[in-house]
């Protein structure tokens, strides 16, 4: 059960969706998810931890948060754990939509997840935590999300130019005439851009056309990978298979092998990048 919806204004400004989630155990244990360029708030509302994970040394480390979690905008794969996605609710953030709800600039957030009560504080997020489990129904629990997300907009928010760089960037444009159009130096616009969302302009444009390329590829079951990469504007197929290396860590074929229900979500297995399934955990 995935059940979602855009908030009310004002927060639709900054929120593009907030969700519930319930599904069965998984078959596998861990998942990689790949980056779609949005930073995202987690609430585990089976067990009070999230855990996260990296390669090192060929083996798995894992890290203890406690259950809920901003994850920032990542330009490359993170390794979940399925047990935390049977039962969990979140919102994910527009492109800059992070700074009216946390007061941390976005690129401290970049490739990382970070415990919201260091940022709320431990009552505020203990009480919205005993309202999702408390409300009767999913559409209960988003209501509770939505006013608390409400009652935490606290400071502005990226503002039109932030607005205006997301939507050039989509088309694609150049980043020296979005920053020509905004009135700002290229440099000045880098960085506020970058503090905003996340990651630079440029990165930020890679993981939309990575994107685009996983939206191409799910309009049919067999996959023309060098078609996919023709329409979505790479130079060439080597160049597409090294960045979606680069943000998936596996190459395409891989990606459709091990696909689940969501299209940003890939099975992870032993195999998938010489790594021992032999945890350490340290937080």
């Known amino acids: 059960m995935f059940l979602h919806r855009v908030p009310k204004p004002p927060l639709d400004a900054f929120i593009e969706l907030i969700w519930v989630c319930r599904r069965e155990p998984a078959p596998h244990r861990l998942e990689r998810v790949l980056p779609n360029g949005a930073a995202q708030l987690f609430v585990n509302l089976k067990e009070d931890q999230t855990r996260t994970y990296e390669i090192d040394n060929g083996h798995l480390r894992v890290t203890v948060l406690p259950g809920t979690v901003v994850s920032g905008v990542h330009s490359r794969y993170a390794v979940i754990d399925t047990a935390e996605q049977e039962s969990v609710a979140g919102a994910v953030f527009r492109p800059g939509g992070t700074a009216p709800f946390f007061r941390l600039p976005a690129h401290e957030m970049r490739e990382a997840d970070v415990a919201v009560e260091d940022l709320w504080g431990r009552g505020a997020v203990a009480a919205m935590r005993e309202r999702l489990l408390e409300a009767r129904t999913p559409d209960d629990q988003l209501d509770v999300l939505e006013r608390v997300l409400a009652a935490m907009q606290r400071w502005p928010g990226g503002g039109p130019v932030i607005e205006f760089a997301v939507q050039e960037l989509a088309r694609p444009a150049g980043i020296s005439e979005i920053a020509a159009a905004s009135g700002l130096s290229q440099k000045r616009f880098i960085e506020r851009f970058k503090s905003a969302v996340g990651v630079a302009p440029k990165q930020y444009s890679r993981i939309l056309r990575f994107q685009r390329a996983l939206a191409t590829a799910e309009k049919g079951r067999l996959v023309d990978w060098t078609r996919v ?40 297995l032993q195999s998938d990048g010489g790594a021992a399934v032999a945890l350490s955990a340290h937080g």
């Open 229 to 268: 990469a023709v329409d979505c504007g790479y130079f060439d197929q080597a160049h597409f298979i090294h960045d979606f290396r680069s943000f998936a860590g596996i190459a395409p074929n891989m990606y459709r092998a091990g696909r689940t229900e969501f299209r940003n979500h890939v099975k992870f």
